[in-house]
């Protein structure tokens, strides 16, 4: 999937991105190295999921969508990523 971001650029979906913005949400609440890995895969798998039905999906969208999924595995993380947006 494309991926519309704020400022109208479009790029290609990346998980890593999504990974690596929810370990960091995980990690700064002191979750432990393999629960932040293995969180964040899961998180990361089930939004590429989603985002690879899609033609275009907007950054906004799947920052709800991670908050979302992120907060089934803990709600400080989620809370977290949803409020500090340059943690990764």
Request: charge should be positive; hydrophobic fraction near 35%; include cysteine.
């Amino acid at each position: 999937g494309v991926i519309k971001r704020r400022t109208g650029e479009c790029q290609p979906y990346d998980e890593r991105k999504v990974y690596a913005s929810v370990y960091a949400a995980c990690y700064v609440i002191r979750r432990s190295d393999p629960d932040s890995v293995q969180i964040a895969g899961m998180v990361a798998k089930k939004i590429s999921g989603f985002v690879n039905g899609k033609k275009k999906i907007t950054s906004h969208t799947i920052h709800r969508l991670v908050v979302r999924e992120l907060r089934k595995h803990d709600k400080y993380a989620a809370f977290m990523y949803d409020t500090h947006k340059d943690i990764s």
